[in-house]
């Protein structure tokens, strides 16, 4: 069989990224101290894209003086961190262009990347009839199985992003170096993002309907765990890759690389835990989503009665003005139950908290799993925390009987040391499965609830670093583990 025979161009793994919800991939020649050579193929052409010469001014340590030249700049930067941490004796390529993407006032396409050909049964390949994106497919060969000077990698980058009224006006990519984004997209850390996914950071078996390629399974699919039944994707039926791609909770990274490097990184899971004699059924442990603003959670916990606030016809309190006398009596000194939307989360813990509530519990208003909350003010000294539609309303049953001031439902805001946040039971990192099937994210990154916030979460987090490596992160460890 030909060498051609047994690799797919243009791979159909590609990664699209909208608004800041994902990030993109290229790389320049690496330094020579560097284990890998990364190089760029620029695909643009004249006075557009990487060599587009509009003036720019320094930033953040990027001397490029033309827009392009610092988008390239930004890019030797990411090829940098990459290049000194793969290992590989063939230079990685990169067809990398800025091109116009889709875009509203609103929302914005970033880009998208993904592996150019995907290869099995090429020389050394450790596992027979299995899908290998094509940059790791000549490291392991030991020598370059692409056709001469094709792209291992396809990255294309959105050239209007933030610079056009109706292409997200104001939010366009930071191009310095130093990762001081302020409100903007830093692109170093989304170059660093989608990169990952070119090397590898994601699965060929469409995860929607559970088909393999050609009947074939992707080297990722080895590692990938339904947690609930103990199989691995590798032998699960494509209805079976399909129900559990949509399971909540329900598929880990069962690498070792990656397991055994998860307690150098991940941190205590933060918990909402409720119990008081009032409590009934409504009483236990919750998922909870963090909040991005405020102090995190810690032990020992901020703990009073759970009080809601009720500041609608409805029965609902969604505090997006500051509490009338009865709710700033009722939630003093407590934890403040209120409802998700009209406004901002910041209003809200900002309200209760000049109310003077310890904590603020915020009650999602439709279906869907456990999420974080954005938003920044330093002026917040409370901790919040989201949780789902369906824990709120159990919840709210328990605080019916209430006194103006006394609910009898005690809830402490705090961490449980058992567990290490975006685990499973076995502490195996869990992969992002939303029970509603998310185009271009699902499985092929890792869960939300990871904490600290991971590069490879299907969202660009505004705490994230420079770092790929443990102990701040996790996606080196899972590239190791599939052979890198």
């Not at 170096?177 to 993002?193: K, Y």
Request: net charge negative; glycine share 12%.
């Amino acid at each position: 069989m030909k060498a051609a025979d047994r690799r797919l161009q243009r791979a159909l793994g590609a990664v699209a990224c909208i608004a800041a919800a994902c990030a993109f991939t290229f790389g320049a020649v690496a330094p020579a101290q560097a284990a890998a050579a990364i190089v760029i193929v620029n695909q643009n052409g004249h006075d557009e894209g990487f060599n587009d010469p509009t003036p720019a001014v320094p930033v953040g340590g990027n001397t490029g003086t033309t827009l392009g030249q610092q988008r390239l700049n930004a890019f030797r930067r990411a090829a940098d961190i990459w290049g000194a941490t793969l290992t590989s004796s063939v230079p990685i390529r990169i067809g990398a262009s800025f091109v116009p993407l889709g875009c509203t006032a609103t929302s914005a396409v970033l880009g998208s990347a993904g592996a150019n050909e995907i290869w099995y049964d090429f020389p050394n390949a450790p596992r027979a009839a299995t899908w290998y994106p094509g940059a790791l497919a000549s490291k392991l060969a030991g020598q370059d199985i692409s056709s001469p000077g094709e792209p291992h990698i396809i990255a294309h980058f959105n050239s209007r992003l933030g610079l056009f009224p109706d292409c997200l006006p104001g939010s366009g990519f930071y191009l310095g170096l130093d990762n001081n984004f302020g409100g903007q997209i830093d692109l170093v850390t989304v170059l660093l993002h989608e990169f990952a996914h070119g090397l590898g950071f994601q699965t060929f078996t469409n995860h929607e309907t559970g088909v393999e390629i050609q009947g074939m399974p992707s080297i990722w699919d080895y590692y990938l765990l339904n947690n609930r039944t103990g199989k691995l994707w590798v032998e699960m039926t494509d209805g079976e890759r399909a129900a559990s791609a949509v399971t909540w909770r329900g598929l880990s990274w069962n690498g070792p690389t990656v397991t055994a490097a998860v307690p150098q990184v991940l941190a205590p899971l933060s918990s909402l835990a409720v119990n008081g004699a009032a409590a009934g059924p409504a009483a236990g442990n919750y998922a909870v989503g963090d909040a991005s603003f405020g102090p995190p959670l810690s032990n020992p916990p901020v703990a009073g009665q759970m009080m809601p606030v009720v500041d609608q016809s409805t029965g609902t309190g969604l505090a997006c003005d500051p509490l009338n006398a009865l709710n700033s009596l009722a939630v003093r000194g407590n934890i403040a139950l209120v409802d998700r939307g009209t406004c901002d989360f910041v209003t809200k813990a900002r309200n209760v908290q000049a109310a003077g509530a310890l904590g603020m519990v915020v009650a999602d208003n439709q279906p869907g799993d456990v999420a974080g909350m954005g938003g920044s003010d330093p002026g917040i000294t409370i901790p919040s925390v989201r949780i789902t539609q369906a824990d709120g309303i159990k919840l709210k049953a328990s605080l019916q009987r209430r006194s103006r001031t006394q609910s009898g439902v005690v809830a402490s805001l705090g961490l449980d040391p058992t567990r290490l946040a975006g685990t499973d039971n076995a502490g195996r990192i869990l992969l992002y499965t939303p029970t509603t099937y998310s185009p271009g994210s699902t499985v092929s990154h890792y869960t939300t609830e990871a904490k600290p916030n991971q590069l490879m979460e299907p969202a660009i987090n505004a705490d994230l670093t420079h770092e790929v490596t443990p102990p701040r992160d996790l996606t080196y460890p899972l590239l190791r583990d599939i052979g890198w």
